[in-house]
């Protein structure tokens, strides 16, 4: 339900973003660079430029709004952006060679915070659009607070699973049963059981899979993702497992107290 401080572990999947660690005035410096408006040697300067370009290989074929290009993504008009999100920050740089403009805007979380990048960058060009123009709400804030909800029902079943469980022996010498009845049950709850079963560990996969990063699993999501999602799986695991034992036992009880029954039965004929 809200954010937490949290030291963000180096995996070697993010390797690659380099981790650069910089200051305001440094990034405006280099955005003056980009833009070109610093004096730069010609060789630098020649080389901020082609970076700004793709190459023909990486133009597309179709005609798209954008192309993605040595970190850029590239539009028709000639912006370029850059976002970029790690477990801890989120950034968004804009540059406008035309209108001699960039705006950089970063947060020290997982939000779509940066995103305000984008308002500043109409304000200074003067796009009567800039006050209608807001950050959208974060896909992980939404996911928390839907986990978070989904934990609660969670919880409460595996607390009611758990009284069940230990209330079992007590209903079932009241109730009373068929072994027959019994083994029928048992079969339809694992029919349904052992499916739930295998949803609810494969979660964080499927979780992964919907946004588009078949590797994630339970550390990937705990690591850049709602932690809340995988508290709630692991509850919803709990819960199904304690459903699970709670009918074998019942089955087990039965088919004791049946033997039980005509054993007694039995000594009692003798008799």
Known sequence: GKQKAYDSPRMKSSDGDGFFITTPADMSRWMLAQLGDLDLPESLANAIKASHEAVPEHKPKNDAEENYFNGWSILKNGILLHTGMNPTFTAMIIIDPEKDTGVFSVSNSVSNASEAAYPFYLTLIGDKDANNSTPSRSMMNVLDRISTGFGYVCTALLILALILLITQN??????????????????????????????????????????????????????????????????????????????????????????????????????
């Open 170 to 271: 007590r209903r079932l010498v009241k109730k009373g049963s068929t072994l027959r009845r019994e083994r029928i049950r048992l079969v339809f709850r694992m029919i349904f059981l052992l499916p739930l079963l295998a949803l609810a560990v494969s979660l964080p996969y499927l979780l992964g899979m919907l946004l588009g990063y078949k590797g994630f699993g339970y550390r990937m999501i705990w690591y850049w993702g709602a932690q809340s999602f995988i508290i709630s799986a692991c509850i919803m695991i709990a819960w199904v497992l304690v459903m699970i034992i709670g009918s074998i036992r019942r089955f087990f009880w039965c088919r004791r107290d049946a033997v039980q029954r005509a054993e007694n039965m039995r000594e009692e004929f003798a008799d």
